[in-house]
């Protein structure tokens, strides 16, 4: 989200093996973790467009990635993905076939194109966390965003809020885990987005970092973090993320991933920031162009890793209304990243306000979730209210509601083909089905 704001809505992915397939596992990497969403807008027809890869699975590929937000606890990955059986995880969704005999939650995505899932919590509510991510702790995931108060529209940092589920579709409201500082970088008037949380894996403790910014975006931009001893507590804010000489991060949209012993903060246009072994600060700062595709810049970046392969998603920099966002590769989280195209099927790539446009998302996580029968890859994007229009950009973010849908993998392409209404995730076998 720069100052141009979030690009709308990055379409639901999820990243399955064999999308409605067999459910055979691939040869595994021992990693784990998926995500899920979906839904179709009467008349869009929600077939792919040219040039988007088929549906289906990508054969022998491995689990999810260390990246994906799962903790140590509960048998995850100690690097933040969520746990893989020992036997390797499948790729996209599987088939129901041998998929009841795992046991697990099942949850239930639906919401129509036009849209969104408006997802209720445990109380009724709307939940209201957007922009931010998912973390899995032993067999529960946290999802964190921004809470976005109903009364004013101004958009001013109100707080991080967090609701916490077992199969990704019921949520129970844990509130504000980072409220409004009374002055500083968080404080009254300031902007405040794109809270990520990780596991530290050095010292297990739990990290938030996000993005702050003055009301204009321009003034003054930078990435802060705050820090808690368990994933769903009160987190301390600790100010902005420096190196060793004092210098800030200072970007826009961001995420924060780990990847074995290693984490790092990945911001809009190109950046990768390696973290120090505590977290608290930066060692380095790489900058990739290609991950910018024809967009000159990229927002809302999401990271993740599927097999050998790492996926840097990204929205083209278009305000607060959806556009086709893109993908970029590599073989290391610290590149060369090469650009791939988009993820969702884009029959006139010069056309920003069709109903395409990534599923009328914009991308924000994509969650690995690993069962007994497979992985399956969710991706979420947030459907921002009033995307395609300028006129009141950015305003009434309490109606955003979700994108939620399983990424179709083809060799190492990933692709969102179809926009799926109504499916299930069953987080127990780790497939998906409609």
Not at 53 to 59: I, V
Not at 187 to 212: D, M, Q, T
Not at 295 to 314: D, H, M
Request: charged fraction near 10%; aromatic fraction near 10%; charge should be negative.
């Amino acid at each position: 989200m720069n100052f141009v704001r979030r690009s709308a809505l990055v379409g639901c992915w999820l990243l399955s093996f064999v999308a409605c397939g067999s459910g055979s596992s691939g040869p595994g990497d021992n990693q784990g973790g998926s995500l899920a969403g979906g839904g179709r807008l009467s008349g869009s027809g929600g077939a792919a467009a040219a040039g988007a890869p088929a549906q289906g699975g990508a054969a022998n590929r491995a689990g999810a990635s260390s990246l994906g937000g799962a903790s140590a606890e509960g048998g995850a990955s100690p690097s933040g993905g969520a746990g893989a059986s020992s036997a390797g995880a499948s790729g996209a969704g599987a088939s129901s076939a041998g998929a009841s005999s795992c046991s697990g939650p099942v949850g239930t995505m639906s919401g129509a194109l036009a849209t969104g899932i408006n997802f209720l919590d445990t109380d009724g509510q709307p939940v209201d966390a957007h922009g931010g991510g998912i973390i899995q702790v032993g067999g529960t995931f946290y999802l964190h965003g921004e809470y976005f108060s109903p009364t004013t529209t101004d958009n001013y940092f109100n707080g991080f809020a967090m609701y916490s589920s077992k199969d990704m579709a019921t949520w129970k409201n844990e509130g504000i885990i980072l409220p409004q500082q009374a002055s500083g970088e968080l404080g009254p008037k300031r902007a405040g987005e794109r809270p990520h949380v990780i596991k530290c894996p050095s010292s297990g403790e739990f990290v938030l970092y996000a993005h702050a910014a003055s009301a204009d975006y321009q003034t003054d931009k930078e990435i802060v973090f705050a820090t808690s001893v368990t994933v769903n507590g009160k987190y301390a804010y600790q100010g902005p993320l420096k190196n060793a000489s004092g210098t800030t991060a200072a970007h826009s949209d961001m995420t924060a991933i780990t990847d074995g012993d290693n984490a790092y903060v990945i911001t809009e246009s190109g950046h990768v920031y390696t973290l120090a072994k505590d977290c608290h600060s930066w060692l380095s700062d790489k900058t990739y162009p290609a991950v910018n595709g024809n967009s000159g810049g990229v927002e809302a970046p999401t990271v993740f890793k599927a097999g050998s392969t790492y996926y840097w998603l990204g929205s083209s920099k278009t305000g607060w209304r959806a556009n086709n966002n893109f993908y970029s590769t590599a073989s290391a989280i610290t590149g060369p990243w090469t650009y791939q195209g988009y993820i969702a099927p884009v029959t006139d790539p010069s056309n920003e306000i069709s109903d395409q446009r990534t599923w009328l998302s914009q991308t924000t996580w994509v969650m690995p979730i690993t069962g007994c029968k497979g992985t399956t890859y969710v991706y979420w994007g947030d459907h921002w209210d009033g995307t395609a229009s300028t006129a009141a950009p950015g305003k009434h973010n309490n109606l955003t509601t979700f994108v939620f849908q399983p990424l179709v993998f083809t060799g190492t392409k990933i692709a969102m083909p179809t926009y799926f209404a109504n499916w299930k995730l069953d987080v127990g076998a780790g497939t998906w089905s409609q």
